[in-house]
């Protein structure tokens, strides 16, 4: 059973720095692509970034510059440097995992940035 847990969202200001955690168990990690998403209230699941099993990162034209994401296949943890932040930014943020043919999403963690 594959697993996906999300940390480390929180209340901060504009202009400040966050970073986001997710670990997956459950498969061989280091084969998977994992990605960022976030959803903000009202509107749809969009992505923010996704890493590749080779490392290659891709962003969102909203957050290149700001965000950065990373992967430790040591820990089977994937990261979400977040910089620069913006009230808009606001939403929660979901990690998700494909494994073969099958994507898995984590709970969500709430990212709130006050203006």
């Known amino acids: 059973q594959v697993q996906v847990v999300e940390s480390g969202g929180g209340l901060v200001q504009a202009g400040g720095s966050l970073r986001l955690s997710c670990a997956a168990s459950?498969?061989?990690?280091?084969?998977?692509?994992m990605g960022w998403y976030r959803q903000a209230p009202g509107k749809q699941r969009e992505l923010v970034a996704i890493?590749?099993?080779?490392?290659?990162?891709t962003y969102a034209d909203s957050v290149k510059g700001r965000f950065t994401i990373s992967r430790d296949n040591a820990k089977n943890t994937v990261y979400l440097q977040m910089n620069s932040l913006k009230p808009e930014d606001t939403a929660v943020y979901y990690c998700?995992?494909?494994?073969?043919?099958?994507?898995?999403w984590g709970q969500g963690t709430q990212v709130t940035v006050s203006s």
């Open positions: 998700r995992s494909w494994v073969l043919t099958n994507t898995y």
């Open positions: 459950g498969s061989i990690f280091r084969a998977n692509t």
């Open positions: 890493i590749s099993s080779t490392g290659s990162p």
